[in-house]
């Protein structure tokens, strides 16, 4: 009896060391872990420090100092690989940021990166796809404004590429979350305008001037889109709008000018006499005339172009004529020879007139 309780006695000694021993042990792996965790966190802190002051060298051996002591640190391998990326080590930064994109491939920001260094490797389209999950991929409520500054370095891409309908998407995208920051909404709807998207920018500047009514560029972005359907009046008077809330402004005076020579061309307007349909076909074939000739500064006319020419101005010279199909005689012989400028104009030169191009397509010579 005595034998067992004393055998029972070194058991429990036993076990009570094991005890005290696991405690120890686990007290003293807790210790090195917490060390291990603040020496990342001081590394990458003095990492935060030498980026903001723009030391990014020093920055990038911090944060890599970091990654050591934490390894499975997502902040600290992607801070990194942003450094790696700035110092124009592509290969460390791109190794980092697909071992990332492993275990978090929703991950918007480290998309964004990937995106940043396949454009600094010249790889466009793989930039671009990258761009594109980025910006339709998770981000935390506090990371939204960086990734619409990714959409826009993603419809810079491609505009880049003149890739039309993927920049109107991408624009409507915008606008949909866009703040309510006038600028951002005008500089939308005047790309919507140069893309072609014209109800699109229509909405977006109607809009406008119902928030922002004294907003110059809410009027001016209404008069390009009636500008860009025909509708010249109305495009006048919402430049006459602009200018009268901003009476130095030289792009709105360009824009007002345009109009008037605009509607000084156009014989389609509605609710116009006979008289005034002549009137503005004779203006306009004069223009074309009056253009192609200049070209003849440079160029030595052919005989068949000289011919178009002297017939052309054959037909101007009867303006003054009552006929009632004259006016469609005049816009016929504009129409021909805007098509035919190629023939009086260097291939160098060829002459812009966009006034002048609308109201020949107006006439049907598109």
């Known amino acids: 009896m005595f034998v067992g309780y004393t ?30 965790i603040e020496l990342g966190e001081r590394r ?20 890599r100092e970091a990654l050591l002591f934490s390894p499975d640190n ?71 404004p960086e990734r619409r500054q990714a959409r826009w370095q993603l419809i810079e891409l491609l505009e880049a590429r003149n890739q039309r309908e993927p920049v109107v998407g991408e624009l409507i995208q915008l606008y949909a979350s866009a703040p309510p920051d006038p600028q951002e ?18 909405q977006v500047f109607r809009n406008l001037e119902r928030t922002y009514p004294q907003l110059v560029d ?34 709105t005076t360009e824009l007002l000018a345009e109009a008037n020579l605009a509607i000084d061309l156009d014989p389609l307007q509605a609710g116009i006499s006979s008289a005034e349909r002549r009137r503005r076909s004779a203006n306009l074939l004069n223009r074309v005339i009056t253009t192609l000739a200049d070209c003849w500064v440079q160029r030595v006319p052919s005989p068949t172009a000289q011919h178009q020419l002297d017939e052309a101005r054959n037909v ?20 021909q020879l805007w098509q035919n400028r190629a023939s009086f104009c260097p291939a160098t030169n060829a002459p812009a007139d966009r006034v002048v191009d609308l109201a020949v397509q107006r006439i049907g010579y598109e």
């Open 44 to 63: 990458f802190g003095e990492g935060q420090m030498l980026a903001a002051r723009g030391d990014m060298e020093g920055a990038v051996d911090s944060y």
């Open 185 to 202: 909404r005008s500089k939308i709807g005047f790309l919507l305008i140069r893309y072609g998207a014209i109800s699109e920018a229509e």
């Open 74 to 144: 997502q902040q600290y391998r992607l801070s990194l690989a942003d450094g790696l990326l700035s110092i124009g080590a592509l290969d460390e930064a791109q190794a980092h940021l697909e071992q990332l994109l492993q275990s978090d491939p929703t991950n918007g920001r480290i998309n964004l990166a990937l995106a940043q260094t396949a454009l600094k490797r010249h790889k466009v389209n793989q930039a671009i796809d990258y761009y594109q999950r980025a910006v339709y991929e998770y981000w935390p409520p506090n990371e939204i």
């Open 218 to 251: 809410s009027h001016r972005g209404l008069g390009l889109v009636y500008f860009a359907s025909g509708e010249y009046v109305a495009a006048r008077h919402e430049f006459q709008h602009a200018l009268h809330l901003s009476p130095k402004d030289k792009e």
């Open 7 to 36: 055998t029972l006695r070194a058991a429990v000694s036993v076990f009570l060391v094991l005890i005290a021993a696991f405690v120890v042990t686990g007290t003293l792996s807790s210790l090195y872990r917490r060390e291990r």
């Open 316 to 335: 101007l010279a009867g303006r003054h004529s009552t006929d009632e199909d004259f006016s469609l005689t005049l816009q016929r012989a504009a129409g």
